[in-house]
């Protein structure tokens, strides 16, 4: 007959298991049972991760709790996420003071070594409107990353950064060993709605310094010939795959095929992913990006609306794809989060192939 085991017999990975799903307070709690509990307290992978939110309550609490952390901690950290809640003109200061101690801490240790950074959608361009308190954040971030060393994944989707605090971001990524460590970057809608990045030189010249990234994912609309060009000449042994975000009229702003297949050619490993929603078919026509030539290896349609224009619109867009890239209909998704995929969309398809 199986005997139950003493608390004390615990082996380690089951403690290690237990304390995973605790809180910071359990955990303590936790520790003072025994010298045992207390020696599983101190295990590096415990504190592996963690996620820090700058309230609009008590920014200043958190930055004190989290120094702390840092203090205790910071060499064990390999994943740091980041929330700076949505700050109003009554706390802004006091959430950019918050974060700028914090990140400071960060930055005078040589002991961590954050191995994924992720800025959870700072939604700048609804909330930071404040001049002095943007610059004190955006400032921190930026001598905070240039100080990591082994930095290889940075979540920056949805910051919706002005121009220039975006090209202040992406130049501290390349100046420090980022730049030659960083193999994954999550830029969508990385800037403001409005802004057309490739036609500022800081951006060009930002992104043709990445020396390693694998994977890239980023708007349609921040690329042109030359960025793609300069990506290709740095990146061609290490790019595996481009995941574009199609997300509104992109005219005057079209890759054409012959880019796309120097592409292809320097870079023989990379695919492009393109992703987009109907609802940017409303008045726009968005075969223009969809060129031969280009490396495309999957192509994801969401439908959240229906109307007379959208289906017109969206009926021409797959007949345009079926014809150029008939060969990889297999990878071409179409997901419908309304109705299922209408036998008219799929007769489109079938016609194109035909052609």
């Not at 979540?155 to 975006?166: C, E, F, K, N, P």
Request: charged share 25%; with cysteine; proline share 2%.
């Amino acid at each position: 007959m199986a005997t139950s085991a003493a608390w004390e017999e615990l082996p380690d990975i089951a403690l290690i298991s237990i304390y995973s799903k605790l809180s910071d307070a359990n955990k303590l709690n936790a520790a003072c049972t025994c010298k045992n509990w207390q020696r599983i307290f101190s295990t590096p992978k415990l504190w592996r991760y963690r996620r820090v939110v700058f309230n609009t309550q008590n920014a200043e609490t958190t930055a004190d709790r989290e120094t702390k952390f840092i203090d205790q901690f910071g060499h064990c950290l390999y994943k740091l996420s980041l929330n700076f809640g949505q700050p109003n003109f009554k706390n802004c200061m006091a959430i950019s003071k918050a974060g700028d101690l914090f990140m400071q801490r960060i930055s005078l240790r040589n002991d961590i070594h954050i191995r994924e950074l992720d800025l959870e959608a700072l939604h700048m361009e609804q909330y930071w409107h404040f001049i002095l308190s943007r610059n004190r954040l955006v400032g921190a971030l930026c001598r905070m990353v240039r100080r990591q060393r082994f930095l290889h994944t940075v979540y920056m989707a949805g910051s919706r950064m002005r121009l220039i605090d975006g090209c202040r971001l992406l130049e501290a990524l390349t100046k420090g060993a980022t730049g030659s460590t960083i193999e994954t970057i999550f830029m969508e809608d990385f800037f403001e709605t409005t802004i057309s990045p490739y036609r500022n030189p800081r951006f060009v010249k930002a992104m043709s310094r990445f020396l390693s990234i694998k994977h890239l994912h980023i708007n349609y609309r921040y690329l042109n010939a030359v960025v793609l060009r300069n990506m290709s000449n740095r990146l061609g042994h290490s790019l595996e795959n481009i995941s574009l975000i199609l997300d509104g009229d992109v005219r005057g702003n079209e890759i054409r095929g012959e880019v796309w297949r120097e592409f292809a050619s320097k870079c023989p490993m990379a695919e492009v992913g393109i992703y987009l929603c109907t609802t940017i078919l409303r008045g726009n026509d968005m075969r223009t990006p969809f060129v031969d030539g280009m490396p495309i290896s999957n192509i994801y349609l969401t439908s959240w609306s229906r109307n007379d224009e959208t289906e017109h619109r969206l009926g021409l867009l797959l007949r345009h794809i079926a014809v150029h890239y008939k060969h990889k209909l297999g990878n071409c998704i179409v997901y419908d989060e309304l109705y299922m995929l209408e036998l008219k969309y799929m007769s489109c398809l079938k016609k194109g192939t035909r052609k």
